[in-house]
């Protein structure tokens, strides 16, 4: 099943003050989680296997780059208790682009996902996820809920990158 992200990415000079708000707007914690992601070389788009203590997944996803809120059609595979399995099929078929090493919080409000990230090599960042799986949410929908967020945080235009975390390292 497809899934429709509306999501931003932004620089996060204080950590301390996305955590605060979020928790005064009864976010649920999900825990922090120490996150691998390998990126492979693909045709299209991006594919990457996610490891960590709380996610393991494999993502392929196409976005069009670009600063401020942007659109994802993303495609999940959960390997389960084998990511090992899978990580060595894809080691032996793709060639490696880049490894992210990060540690993320997790939060929800509803349908929506915040991240808190501090990126080995980069700095801290935050994302918001408006997400919609299958046709649950409009896109427009998805938008107003992004827009609404990014106001709630106080994400200002310079705090917005056009890049993804692989794109970063490269």
Do not use: W
Request: with cysteine; net charge negative.
């Amino acid at each position: 099943m497809d899934i429709l992200n509306i999501e931003i990415k932004a620089h996060c000079a204080n950590p301390d003050l996305i955590r605060r708000i979020l928790l005064e707007n009864k976010a649920v914690f999900k825990g922090e989680d120490h996150q691998i992601d390998t990126y492979f070389g693909v045709p299209s788009g991006r594919l990457k296997l996610r490891e960590g203590n709380i996610e393991n997944t494999l993502i392929f996803y196409d976005r069009i780059e670009a600063k401020g809120i942007k659109k994802s059609i993303v495609e999940l595979f959960h390997p389960h208790n084998d990511v090992e399995s899978l990580k060595k099929v894809l080691l032996k078929s793709m060639a490696v682009k880049v490894v992210v090493d990060k540690k993320r919080e997790i939060y929800f409000i509803d349908n929506v996902k915040f991240h808190i990230d501090e990126v080995k090599g980069l700095g801290h960042f935050m994302e918001i996820e408006a997400i919609s799986q299958g046709d649950q949410f409009s896109e427009e929908y998805l938008n107003k809920q992004c827009k609404y967020y990014i106001k709630l945080l106080k994400v200002g235009q310079d705090d917005f990158i056009d890049q993804s975390y692989s794109d970063l390292l490269m």
